[in-house]
């Protein structure tokens, strides 16, 4: 059965959640050091292909991020993370065809409404998953960064905190506590936010 045609979205200061998951369900990461080849993929397509990175969140069998276009369209710097993730995995692990399902999934997201509750959807993930009981100890997720518990200066730049932090309207060590906060609260919701009910192929 031939795939869906293709979606190309080039709207610049766009805010999407992204997921691409594993075909198959399988694994996309077996080890840390896949874990942390992802995140140095992400680092070189963000400049190659800048856009803002606010959340990111890879997890055994999937991967979600929360990035804000500029120039490049969301489709173009997806293709290019997840083409040089696979040359990465097949070169380790010696296997071949397509390594994730489909292509990804994208939901462009109302900034005013919903630009924290994606992230803390995206930074609880490990939690729900069962990998960890906080999210904190998720090490290679952005909230680590957040949190503060992750040192790597690399990482640091990765992720456009002051950027994020400052829709909450405080200064930076008040907002990081506040977002701290928000995503805690969420450890006792129930029901999922809307905008994952909105998500297509790209």
């Known amino acids: 059965m031939p795939r869906k045609a293709r979606q190309t979205i080039i709207a610049p200061n766009t805010l999407y959640h992204i997921v691409s998951r594993g075909n198959n369900q399988k694994r996309i990461f077996r080890s840390n050091l896949d874990y942390k080849k992802f995140l ?24 979600h991020l929360e990035i804000e276009t500029k120039e490049v369209s969301v489709s173009k710097i997806m293709h290019q993370i997840n083409f ?53 100890d ?3 997720s952005s909230y680590s960064l957040y949190f503060q518990k992750s040192s790597q200066e690399k990482l640091k730049k990765l992720v456009d905190q002051e950027k994020f932090l400052a829709f909450g309207g405080e200064d930076f060590k008040k907002s990081r506590l506040s977002y701290l906060q928000f995503v805690k609260e969420g450890l006792n919701l129930k029901k999922g936010p809307d905008f994952i009910k909105n998500k297509w192929l790209i």
């Open 40 to 63: 140095s993929i992400l680092a070189i397509v963000k400049i190659e292909f800048p856009f803002y990175l606010y959340s990111y969140n890879p997890l055994p069998n999937h991967y």
């Open 84 to 136: 040089l993730y696979t040359q990465y995995f097949h070169r380790r692990y010696h296997t071949s065809g397509h390594l994730f399902q489909d292509r990804f999934y994208g939901s462009v997201i109302d900034k005013e409404s919903y630009f924290w509750e994606v992230s803390r959807y995206i930074d609880l993930n490990a939690v729900r998953a069962g990998l960890v009981k906080k999210p904190e």
């Open 138 to 140: 998720w090490r290679w």
